[in-house]
T-cell receptor
Framework: DGGITQSPKYLFRKEGQNVTLSCEQN?????MYWYRQDPGQGLRLIYY???????QKGDIAEGYSVSREKKESFPLTVTSAQKNPTAFYLC?????????????????FGAGSRLTVL | AQSVTQLGSHVSVSEGALVLLRCNYS??????LFWYVQYPNQGLQLLLK??????LVKGINGFEAEFKKSETSFHLTKPSAHMSDAAEYFC???????????????FGQGTRLTINP
């Protein structure tokens, strides 16, 4: 079955450590996204990538980094510079929307990774 | 820039009662609108979407939503609540006009729906 796999599901980290969250998709989607979810704040966009070897900052990119070396993979690194990293992280993917208003591309989400900083 | 406001962070209804979750948006371009559902410790699942055409949109699990441009609203309803509907619901608006590329979404704060037996 096609889908998005995020790992690990739960992760604990000490302050000052970097940690990388994995996101793999087999949907043949070009675009991938990372969102952060905090209680009462909805989802906020960290980074997104429209195509391999390209990525753009979202609304809250500070303290995070990403890479997109393969179409299937979009790992997120939470660095020690992120002031409040404890959160639920969601990866998503979609096809690239064609030129013009040809319809909305639905985002498919992974099951999430919960990061707790001790 | 687009934004979404969901009225009520928590909504509680009895089983069999009407479910109404409110969503208002702001957008400088005709919007694409979405409702997603999230069960505990899981990702988001699409309930329904509005792009163009018919303003009453039907989704999965008996949910529907109506796009009202004059009220900038996209409220989610279900005639009869079921215990399995208990979850968190997110309204979202697309953040792109006619630019080719990724489908960035702006999400509301979420509404947690509780169903009472």
């Amino acid at each position: 079955d096609g889908g998005i796999t995020q790992s690990p599901k739960y992760l604990f980290r000490k302050e000052g450590q970097n940690v990388t969250l994995s996101c793999e998709q087999n949907l043949n989607h070009d675009a991938m996204y990372w969102y952060r979810q905090d209680p009462g704040q909805g989802l906020r966009l960290i980074y997104y990538s429209q195509i391999v070897n390209d990525f753009q900052k979202g609304d809250i990119a500070e303290g995070y980094s990403v890479s997109r070396e393969k179409k299937e993979s979009f790992p997120l690194t939470v660095t020690s510079a992120q002031k409040n990293p404890t959160a639920f992280y969601l990866c998503a993917s979609s096809i690239r929307r064609g030129r013009g208003r040809t319809g909305a591309n639905v985002l498919t989400f992974g099951a999430g990774s919960r990061l707790t900083v001790l | 820039a687009q934004s979404v406001t969901q009225l009520g962070s928590h909504v509680s209804v009895s089983e069999g009662a009407l479910v109404l979750l409110r969503c208002n948006y702001s957008s400088s371009v005709p919007p694409y609108l979405f409702w997603y559902v999230q069960y505990p410790n899981q990702g988001l699942q699409l309930l329904l979407k509005y792009t163009t055409g018919a303003t009453l949109v039907k989704g999965i699990n008996g949910f529907e939503a109506e796009f009202k441009k004059s009220e900038t609203s996209f409220h989610l309803t279900k005639p009869s609540a079921h215990m399995s509907d208990a979850a968190e619901y997110f309204c979202a608006v697309s953040d792109l006009g006619i630019v080719q590329g990724a489908q960035k979404l702006v999400f509301g704060q979420g509404t947690r729906l509780t169903i009472n037996p």
